[in-house]
């Protein structure tokens, strides 16, 4: 939730890379993000749902058609983002950024809701409708 304020008002986030190496050598930190978001516990456990839940043999063929087929897309988006960037300019991509930065926060405060509402119901504080 933090991260999608942050790109909603356009502020550089902490998991963003420095212009300003050389000054923050001390404090230097890797974090593989787009792994988790491609193929972290949630897609893998969505992937283990959907495979047990496909039924047949050519619903299991579709699912795995699928799923190579996003990871194709991804890896076509991946590999021609300077391009993309450069056709979307610095006002496009800070659009797009901030788009996703508000979709980012309503899944967020989602979680939050559901969250709550889950913890709610099993300390009986509210009754199931």
Known sequence: MII?????YGRKTKTEASDDIEEKKHDLTVTPLAIP????PGAMTTGIVLFDNAGGQVNRLVLMASIVAAFL?????????????????KTGTRVIVRIMGLMLLSLSVQFIINGLSEAALSLGIIKPL
């Open 4 to 8: 999608s304020v942050e790109m909603l």
């Open 37 to 40: 978001l491609l193929t972290g």
């Open 73 to 89: 897309v991804s890896y076509w988006i991946l590999i021609r983002s300077q391009h993309i960037f450069r056709a979307l300019g």
